[in-house]
Structure formats: C-alpha cells, structure tokens
C-alpha cells in the first residue's frame, strides 16, 4: 500500500498549473535518440494532406486528466495542442483528453472503442504503466493490454503513440517502475509503433538540473510543472508535425 500512496505524491507535482501563453516557452533540451525524429505516422498524414484536419485522442491518468492544474487549458494535452496548431498553420488541429486520476491501461482499454467512435482521432497518444507499476500488475498482462489497444487503433484506421511512465527520483526508490517502461518500449518496438520515453526524458532533465521533480518547495514545484507539461508537449509537437509533413 505504501507503493499506492507514493504515486499520487508524484502525479500531484506533475498536474500543477502550466500558463496557456500566446508565445510557446522555451523547452528542454532532447537527446537525438529521445525525439522520435523519424517516425511515421501514415493515417496522420493522409487527414493533414487531404482533409486539412489532425485530431488527437490522449488517454493517460491523472497527469493527463491536470484535474489540479487550474482548467482544461493548462494540461499538457492542451499545451500539445498549442504547439501544434502554432507548427502547422492552416490544419484544424484538436487534442482531446481521456484520462481520470487512478485509471489503469485495462481501464483505458475498455473504454476505448468509446473514445475512438466519440472523438474519430487520427492518433491516439497512450500514457500508461504507472497504476500499473504502484499496483505490481503482472508486466505481463499490461504488455497485453497494450498489444490489444494497438490492435483496437490498428482495425480503426488510427496511429499510435505510447508513451512510458513518469520518472522521479523519490517515486524511482520505492517502485519498480522500469518493468513497466521496459514492456512499453518493448511493445512498440514490436508493433512498430513509436514511443515517447518520458522516463528518460524526465530523467535526462532531472539529472541536469533543468528540473528538479523532489523539490520540496510549493512555489518551485508549480514552475517545475509548467515547465515539464510543456517540455513534453513540446517533444511530441516536433515529432507529430514533421511526421505528417513528411511525403
């Protein structure tokens, strides 16, 4: 249980507020191999090239739901949203959230034939793992929950985008989280679908001093949130529009 109680303390840091600003932030450095700098993303691709139009589901937990970061307008779907429609002039471009504080993958994945008649995506960005890794779900069986979702967005014509678990060095001492990332990254590189590895993104940020996730300090853990929120859309937003200009 100690586990259970450990992770809200990490999500509570990561859904703080991030100002929805007319001119995008500076964002955090990104190693080569972390930008997703090569992916495809066909379906994409073919609504931008002829529809004019890029909608985006984003399921996830509590850190994509932001129920604590003030609105709608300051989650990290919001500010990916932001970004893209300030890279690609002249698309439609809509991010819609699916996420609740404490929904599993299988949770995510029994809802999605929902999500996917309700919002008609082009790509789904999926945040799963940590519910599982504080729960000690078998790796296993979260392994298959992804492959079954990849299936559910394979048979609807949609792209895919997984995206591993958070990272924290208080969260990291007292639970198991790279099983989790380890079965995400497996996964896609088994289905070829590209992941975003947020724990070493958050890690290369950590351990640089650009953020600082145990900060103790109320004031500081609001900007370290902002920040983060919109360093990882700012990762996705790169990739996403170079993707789907790419012929």
């Not at 790509?123 to 298959?144: Q, S």
């Not at 990332?181 to 890690?203: E, H, I, S």
Request: hydrophobic share 50%.
């Amino acid at each position: 249980m100690r586990y259970l109680t450990a992770l809200p303390i990490l999500i509570g840091l990561l859904i703080a507020a991030v100002p929805a600003v007319a001119t995008q932030p500076d964002a955090c450095p990104v190693r080569p191999e972390l930008a997703l700098a090569d992916m495809a993303l066909p379906q994409s691709a073919a609504a931008v090239a002829t529809e004019k139009r890029l909608s985006i589901l984003t399921l996830g937990g509590a850190a994509t739901a932001g129920k604590t970061a003030g609105g709608d307008a300051y989650t990290y779907p919001a500010r990916l949203q932001a970004r893209l429609r300030a890279a690609l002039p002249g698309i439609d471009v809509s991010v819609t959230p699916s996420a609740a504080v404490h929904r599993s993958a299988l949770e995510m994945l029994q809802r999605l034939d929902r999500d996917l008649s309700d919002t008609s995506p082009n790509l789904v960005i999926w945040a799963a793992g940590g519910v599982e890794a504080a729960g000690h779900v078998l790796v296993d069986e979260f392994a298959d929950t992804l492959d079954r979702g990849i299936d559910k967005t394979t048979a609807a014509g949609t792209d895919m985008i997984l995206v591993d678990v958070l990272y924290a060095p208080s969260i990291a001492r007292v639970v198991d989280l790279m099983p989790y990332r380890d079965a995400t990254l497996a996964t896609g590189a088994a289905r070829g679908v590209p992941v975003l590895d947020r724990y070493q993104l958050m890690q290369d940020w950590n351990d640089s001093g650009e953020l600082a996730f145990d900060t103790t300090d109320p004031k500081e853990r609001v900007q370290v949130a902002r920040k983060l929120f919109d360093c990882l859309a700012a990762v996705l937003a790169d990739s996403i529009a170079a993707a789907v200009r790419r012929p």
